[in-house]
């Protein structure tokens, strides 16, 4: 019976003798020798590396528009509609690509107001700088977090309460105050697109429809300020020692240490000489 339990070679299963089935373990067998193993810290160590491998803006606005969900969900309970909190009507897939296809529009707009209007611009330099350039990992969860939060709060939870489209749409601009002389039109900005969220939870019935067009123009915008971080925040590269300087610095071969400024992206579309955008 015993030599059932045995891997070929009469090398016993350290398995079998784990659980204690009759069959002597590894360590009495002078041929196999016992694996030095490090004790597990536990799964609580598990996801602390998981979040110290995530930007400290990454985590604290994801604490954040957590707590908001939690509101909008405490919220729409107790001020008992919590029966429209997503809305009454289930989306459907022409409706889900036709929110994709409003925030691909509302983005576009604003990347043409960047260069028609100079206020525009500013304020997206000034974005820029707050935010800093992020992977594009950390603009995916910094998108899907604060549009999941903020439409189930204004298009969920208060969208009864505050009359619907109106009601909601002002004071969705009113929290997008931001104490920058830069971003003096920012509260414009969220109202118009605000005004256009609301149409489609309007419209649809339907709270996801109004969260996915949010995600499309909070990640599009986060993903093209960090491509083009360096461009809008003229920000300099310092030149680590031993490096190889590329075409296009101010100098071929600059001292170790020296800061150069970083060049402009190149938007230009090959073959089209146009100037378009790369999230547009």
Sequence with gaps: AARSAVWPGGRHSGVWACYGRGVTGPESDPQVSTP????????????AALFEDW???????????GIVALFAFG????????????GDQAPTLAGVLGA??????????VHLGTRV???????????????????????????????????????????????GLVGTTLLFGLVHVVPRRALWGYPLYATFAGLLLGVL??????????????????FGSLWWISANHARLTGAVVTVPAGSVVTEGTPSASPTPGQAVPAQPVDETVPGTGSGTPEAS
């Design 36 to 47: 030095t193993t490090t004790p597990d810290a536990g799964a609580g160590s598990t996801v």
């Design 55 to 65: 930007p400290e803006l990454v985590r604290w606005v994801a604490g954040f528009y």
């Design 75 to 86: 919220y729409a309970l107790f001020s008992r509609h919590l029966g429209e909190f997503l």
């Design 100 to 109: 994709f296809c409003v925030g691909l529009v509302v983005l576009g707009v």
């Design 117 to 163: 209007w100079p206020a525009i611009d500013k304020g997206v330099r000034e974005l820029a700088t707050m935010i800093g350039p992020l992977r594009v990992r950390d603009a995916a969860v910094l998108a899907a977090v604060s549009g999941i939060a903020e439409e189930l709060l204004f298009r969920g939870a208060l969208w009864p309460t505050l009359g």
């Design 201 to 218: 939870r309007g419209a649809s019935g339907s709270v996801v429809l109004p969260i996915v067009a949010h995600f499309t123009i909070n």
